[in-house]
């Protein structure tokens, strides 16, 4: 019964913003970690950021340091990530997702999103 809504991809130029929401319903686990990967075509899943529901505790992949930042807002049950400085090579499809622990591997991750469509481009 747990649902990831996700929103707020598309079409930016190399450079800009945008900021990607998802919001959990129906069923979740009292603690529970919220990963954002991103995949794009032949290429393996990456590992961009993830939050920890409870404790706030926060991770991110190498390559978005410093221009990428996951928040929560524990009323709305949703999780944004803030996407900065965006480059062209960032074209994806990125997904939310949720795993019991914190993880950085995509196959530990419980419940999926639909995955949201971000292009970037040059």
């Known amino acids: 019964q747990v649902q990831l809504v996700e929103s707020g991809g598309g079409l930016v130029q190399a450079g800009g913003s945008l900021r990607l929401s998802c919001a959990a319903s129906?069923?979740?686990?009292?603690?529970?970690?919220l990963g954002w990967f991103r995949q794009a075509p032949g290429k393996e899943r990456e590992f961009v950021a993830a939050?920890?529901?409870?404790?706030?505790?926060?991770y991110y992949g190498d390559s978005v340091k410093g221009r990428f930042t996951i928040s929560r807002d524990n009323a709305k049950n949703t999780v944004y990530l803030q996407m900065n400085s965006l480059k062209p090579e960032e074209t994806a499809v990125y997904y939310c997702?949720?795993?019991?622990?914190?993880?950085?591997?995509?196959?530990?991750?419980?419940?999926w999103g639909q995955g949201t469509q971000v292009t970037v481009s040059s």
């Open positions: 997702a949720i795993a019991f622990r914190f993880t950085r591997s995509a196959d530990q991750y419980d419940y």
């Open positions: 939050i920890t529901w409870s404790e706030g505790r926060i």
């Open positions: 129906g069923r979740t686990f009292s603690s529970y970690t």
